[in-house]
């Protein structure tokens, strides 16, 4: 459980570094750098831990294809939208994923969707509201919320795929595959936006490496091998401390304000969390059928 929580948490802190260095470096560029950097780290991980680099190739295969779509256009989702919608709305559609990932395990995974499970959803949802509030919508936030409702539903999809992979590959290797085919995914869309990025200071390319080895890298790896050894229904529900890692983050370093509303919504959270964690068989993720 721990790995989900840390992966969670460390994505949380993608909101505030993400955006700063949008300011200068465009949405498909940045995922397209931070790529580069993680497929080195991911690299460097499976060398040193002296695993195979050979999958089968219907495994292969699964792994591309989860990650072009979570990996490469999930992600590209998600920094357009946040870019247009903003943090706030980003973080609350972000709270719906676990309910997709949900309904994705019973429907390919066949885990039951039990009265606690659903329960605990709405409090998580209910309390990412409180968090981050919500103002009326309009113009280019139509749209950034249109791009972040296709980055949850991706980012179900990539997870419960992982999952059932890992039966048959370990998740580092299964991350690595994935992040080189999100790469290459966006490589061709991402060949306008490199060439206007004219210069990079220190502080951008930090964030950038940031971005690459640690919230993509580590976070993705902890997330893949802990959703191994749960319930992906009770593993997802972990994505809604992203938002709340967020809003702490904003209160502590950038001086924000406590609201109410933050503290009850980290509570509710919180007791979405426990009341989620029931005996899920942590059952692999079965065949490739």
């Given at each position: 459980?721990?790995?989900?929580?840390?992966?969670?948490?460390?994505?949380?802190?993608?909101?505030?570094?993400?955006?700063?260095?949008?300011?200068?470096?465009?949405?498909?560029?940045?995922?397209?750098?931070?790529?580069?950097?993680?497929?080195?780290?991911?690299?460097?991980?499976?060398?040193?831990?002296?695993?195979?680099?050979?999958?089968?190739?219907?495994?292969?295969?699964?792994?591309?294809?989860?990650?072009?779509?979570?990996?490469?256009?999930?992600?590209?989702?998600?920094?357009?939208?946040?870019?247009?919608?903003?943090?706030?709305?980003?973080?609350?559609?972000?709270?719906?994923?676990?309910?997709?990932?949900?309904?994705?395990?019973?429907?390919?995974?066949?885990?039951?969707?039990?009265?606690?499970?659903?329960?605990?959803?709405?409090?998580?949802?209910?309390?990412?509201?409180?968090?981050?509030?919500?103002?009326?919508?309009?113009?280019?936030?139509?749209?950034?919320?249109?791009?972040?409702?296709?980055?949850?539903?991706?980012?179900?999809?990539?997870?419960?795929?992982?999952?059932?992979?890992?039966?048959?590959?370990?998740?580092?290797?299964?991350?690595?595959?994935?992040?080189?085919?999100?790469?290459?995914?966006?490589?061709?869309?991402?060949?306008?936006?490199?060439?206007?990025?004219?210069?990079?200071?220190?502080?951008?390319?930090?964030?950038?490496?940031?971005?690459?080895?640690?919230?993509?890298?580590?976070?993705?790896?902890?997330?893949?091998?802990?959703?191994?050894?749960?319930?992906?229904?009770?593993?997802?529900?972990?994505?809604?401390?992203?938002?709340?890692?967020?809003?702490?983050?904003?209160?502590?370093?950038?001086?924000?304000?406590?609201?109410?509303?933050?503290?009850?919504?980290?509570?509710?959270?919180?007791?979405?969390l426990v009341l989620g964690a029931e005996g899920?068989?942590?059952?692999?993720?079965?065949?490739?059928?």
């Open positions: 459980m721990w790995r989900l929580a840390l992966a969670a948490a460390i994505w949380g802190s993608m909101f505030p570094v993400s955006a700063e260095v949008m300011r200068t470096v465009p949405p498909l560029a940045l995922e397209w750098l931070s790529y580069v950097v993680a497929m080195a780290v991911l690299g460097f991980l499976v060398w040193w831990r002296r695993l195979g680099w050979r999958l089968p190739a219907p495994v292969l295969a699964r792994a591309a294809l989860a990650g072009m779509a979570g990996y490469g256009m999930a992600i590209a989702a998600q920094y357009t939208g946040t870019r247009q919608a903003g943090p706030q709305l980003g973080a609350l559609i972000t709270a719906i994923t676990p309910a997709l990932i949900i309904v994705g395990a019973r429907l390919s995974l066949h885990e039951p969707v039990t009265a606690r499970k659903a329960l605990a959803v709405c409090l998580a949802v209910a309390g990412i509201l409180l968090v981050v509030g919500l103002g009326p919508l309009a113009g280019p936030q139509l749209e950034g919320a249109g791009w972040l409702l296709l980055t949850a539903g991706l980012w179900a999809y990539v997870s419960l795929q992982m999952k059932r992979l890992s039966v048959h590959a370990d998740p580092l290797v299964l991350t690595l595959y994935g992040v080189i085919a999100g790469w290459a995914a966006i490589t061709a869309p991402a060949a306008g936006e490199l060439g206007s990025v004219a210069v990079i200071t220190a502080a951008t390319a930090g964030g950038i490496f940031y971005l690459g080895a640690v919230a993509t890298a580590a976070a993705y790896y902890l997330w893949n091998r802990g959703l191994a050894g749960v319930g992906a229904g009770q593993g997802g529900l972990y994505l809604v401390l992203q938002p709340l890692t967020g809003a702490l983050i904003s209160a502590i370093w950038l001086h924000a304000p406590v609201t109410p509303g933050l503290a009850l919504g980290g509570l509710l959270v919180a007791a979405s899920d068989a942590p059952a692999r993720g079965g065949g490739l059928a």
